[in-house]
C-alpha cells in the first residue's frame, strides 16, 4: 500500500515523487516506458524561464515562477547546470515591433523587472550578427539553459534515496477507487494506493478516462521539429533568441544548449497520433533556412542531428489541472512548453491540493539526501578533464568509460538506449554512434530493454 501513486515519469512526475517524498510519503512513480522521459520530456529547448511572457496571473505563470525559484534554490546542491545566456525577443517587422510594448507591460505585470526594449542597434550588441532585418528587440537577461535529461532523474534519484518506488514499463490499464483506496492494474500486477495523482502527458486525457474520472479535456499532441546545428556553431549564439510569440505557439527558437550545440525549433503541428512523432525534410530545410536568416552565421553549418517531439496540448492555452478530493485524485494535464520550468512547481501545487483531502500527515524524513549529479554541461567539468577516467568511448561527445559503468549502476539504470543517451550523451555528437555503439552495446549487453547488438544463437 503506497501513499501516492503517480502515473507518468516525465519531468513533471518526476517532480511530484520527488517533492511527496520528501515529505515522508511513501511514494510509487509508474510510467509506462521502459524508462523515465520517454514522452513528451524527452524533446524540448530546455530552456529555464522566467515567465514574462506567460498569461498574467495565470496558474501557468504562478508554477513557472515557483518552479524556477526552486531550481535556482537547488540546482547547486545537486551539481545542475545554469547557463545564464538570456534572450531577446526579436521584432522582424513593424508589425512585430508593436507587439514589444505589449509583451513588455505584461513581463513587468508578471514580475519580471529587468525587461528592456532595444533597438536593432543595441540588440546587436549583445548578440552579434543577427539579420540586418532586425527591426527591433526585447532584452530578457534571466532567461537560461539548463540540462532538461539531468534536472528530471536528478529529482526521482532523490525521491530513491527518500525510499520511493519507480516501475517502468508499467501502463496504467484501469483503476478503481473503492473504501478511499485506488486500485490500479498494470499488465502484470495491481498497485494499491491512498491517492493518485495523473501526470501522463500526452496520455493525460485517456488515463483520467481509464480510472473513472470525469475527463475534463482532450488531448491534442501538438508535434515540434528541431535541427541541432555542428558546435562551431555556437560561437555565434551567445542568447536565446526568441520570435515575437503567436497565439498558439511561441514560435522557431535559436537556441545555445548546455552540451556545446545549436538548436532550432521547435515547429507547431497539430496531429492526432500521440506515439509518432516523424521528421519531414522540408521542414527541416525551411528550419534550417529560418536560422541563417535570423543569423547570416548560421549559413552552411553542418547539422549534428534533428527530431520530433510532441506536446500534449489541449483544447486550451491554460494548464488543465484537476482535483477531486472524493476520489482522492489531483490530475496535472495540458502541461506544454514551460513544463520543465514549472515542474518543480506543478509539484509544489499538487501537495497544495493533496493537503484537500482527508489525511494523515506525513512524517517528513530526519535527513534530506544532497548529492552530485553526473554533469554533462559544457563550461563545467566533465569526466573526462579528471583523472583515471578509462577508455573514451564516445569521442564526438566526450563520454568516458566510467560514465556508461556509472550510468548503469546508479539508482536508477538506464531502461533502454535513450535513456543512457540521455544520462551520458553518448551517441549523440556527429557521427550519432557510429563509432562508439560497438562498445556501448558490449558495455550494456542484457542491461537494456533492447539490446543494440544481435547476437547469433547461443553466441555469448
Known sequence: MFDVAIIGAGVVGCAVARRFALLGAKVVLMESGADILSGASKANSAILHTGFDAPPNSVEWQLIQAGRAEYLAIHEKLNLPLIQTGALVCAWSEEEASKLE??????????????????????????PGLSSRLCAALAVPGEAIIDPWSAPLAYVTQAIKLGATVMRNSEVLRGEFAGNTWSLQTGTQTVEARALINCAGLYGDEVDRRL??????????????????????????????????????????????????VLIGPTAEEQDARQRATVEQDTLA????????????????????????LRPATEQKAYR???????????LGGIRSTGLSAALGLAQHAVTLYQQFESEPFSPPVD?????????????????????????????????????????????PPGDFGGLRR???????????????????????????????VTAKGEQ
Open 102 to 127: 505589449q509583451i513588455h507591460a505584461a513581463g513587468l505585470h508578471n514580475g519580471v523587472t529587468d525587461l528592456a526594449r532595444l533597438s536593432a542597434a543595441q540588440a546587436r550588441t549583445l548578440q
Open 212 to 261: 473513472g474520472l470525469p475527463v475534463a479535456f482532450q488531448i491534442k499532441p501538438r508535434k515540434g521539429q528541431f535541427v541541432v546545428l555542428d558546435k562551431a556553431a555556437v560561437r555565434h549564439v551567445r542568447s536565446i533568441i526568441l520570435p515575437v510569440p503567436t497565439e498558439t505557439t511561441k514560435g522557431v527558437v535559436v537556441c545555445p544548449t548546455v552540451f556545446g550545440n
Open 286 to 309: 525551411g528550419l534550417i533556412r529560418r536560422g541563417a536568416e535570423i543569423l547570416p552565421a548560421l549559413q552552411g553549418m553542418p547539422v549534428t542531428a534533428v527530431y520530433a517531439g
Open 321 to 331: 489541472i484537476f482535483s477531486r478530493p472524493a476520489q482522492r485524485a489531483i490530475t
Open 368 to 412: 534530506i539526501p544532497w548529492f552530485a549529479m553526473p554533469n554533462l554541461a559544457e563550461g563545467y567539468e566533465r569526466d573526462w578533464q579528471r583523472p583515471n577516467h578509462g577508455e573514451m568511448v564516445c569521442h564526438c561527445e566526450l563520454v568516458t568509460k566510467r560514465e556508461i559503468a556509472l550510468s548503469m549502476t546508479s539508482p536508477l
Open 423 to 453: 544520462r551520458t550523451r553518448a551517441g549523440m555528437g556527429r557521427c550519432q554512434g557510429f563509432y562508439c555503439n560497438a562498445t556501448l552495446a558490449a558495455m550494456t549487453q542484457g542491461k537494456l530493454a533492447v539490446d543494440l547488438a
